[in-house]
């Protein structure tokens, strides 16, 4: 069984700084990609970063240069993924969701498996 658990977010002013951070736990090859969404009261689920085993990475537009994705896959046993948000803007908030899959995440494309999400907030 594969389980995610998010830590981290909360409300930050304007410019602020948060970071989010997933565990993942389970079928190691269930985590080859593991990554961000979020969605807003706004808008649809939508990609924010991922990142592979190989240490790729992907950002989406909206949050490129502000955001960095880092993950720690030592092991079987350590599957962390950490996402520094800075100058963070109003248009940032929402619910951030963990994802992994096996094979990929990137926009358009829905992971396997996902979190129970964190809620960040930013005040104008």
């Known amino acids: 069984q594969v389980r995610l658990v998010e830590s981290g977010g909360g409300l930050v002013e304007a410019g602020g700084s948060l970071t989010l951070s997933c565990n993942a736990s389970g079928d190691w090859g269930s985590f080859y990609a593991m990554g961000w969404y979020r969605q807003s009261f706004e808008t649809q689920r939508e990609f924010v970063a991922s990142?592979?085993?190989?240490?790729?990475?992907?950002?989406?537009d909206s949050i490129q240069g502000r955001f960095t994705i880092s993950r720690d896959s030592r092991n079987s046993a350590v599957n962390i993924i950490t996402l520094q948000m800075r100058d963070l803007k109003p248009e940032d908030t929402g619910v951030y969701y963990c994802?992994?899959?096996?094979?990929?995440?990137?926009?358009?494309?829905?992971?396997?498996?996902w979190g129970q999400g964190a809620q960040v907030t930013v005040s104008s």
């Open positions: 994802a992994a899959d096996p094979y990929d995440l990137r926009p358009g494309v829905s992971g396997n498996y």
């Open positions: 990142i592979t085993r190989n240490l790729f990475r992907r950002y989406s």
